[in-house]
Nanobody, 126 residues
Framework: QVQLVESGGGLVQAGGSLRLSCAAS????????MGWFRQAPGKEREFVAG????????NYADSVKGRFTISRDNSDDAIYLQMNSLKPEDTAVYYC???????????????????WGQGTQVTVST
């Protein structure tokens, strides 16, 4: 069974940092682009960051550029999201996702992703 499992969420004060992890099991994701999305209460799911299958290409939502960094470790089938200078508006459930076409670049549209994790809550307090 294919699974993506996020971890690392929690409660942090504004200006603080968190590192999210996403571990894959059931198949290898090392040849697929992966991404992070988030969904705040009452809002649509939005793209946060994406990374190509080999880590050579990354992209970010304008709202997180310069604060968040996406990375991956293909030897462990894992991706990460380092989040610094967190703001209350970053509060959301964060999801990792994987595309299913090999050697792909990341997509900003959630429809471009096939596999999704269950999400991890990030709450940033003032």
């Amino acid at each position: 069974q294919v699974q993506l499992v996020e971890s690392g969420g929690g409660l942090v004060q504004a200006g603080g940092s968190l590192r999210l992890s996403c571990a894959a099991s059931g198949r290898t994701f090392r040849t697929y682009a992966m991404g992070w999305f988030r969904q705040a209460p009452g809002k649509e799911r939005e793209f946060v960051a994406g990374i190509a299958w080999n880590g050579g290409n990354t992209n970010y939502a304008d709202s997180v550029k310069g604060r968040f960094t996406i990375s991956r470790d293909n030897s462990d089938d894992a991706i990460y999201l380092q989040m610094n200078s967190l703001k209350p508006e970053d509060t959301a459930v964060y999801y990792c996702a994987s595309r299913s076409n090999p050697f792909s670049d990341p997509a900003v549209d959630s429809n471009g992703y096939t596999y999704w994790g269950q999400g991890t809550q990030v709450t940033v307090s003032t």
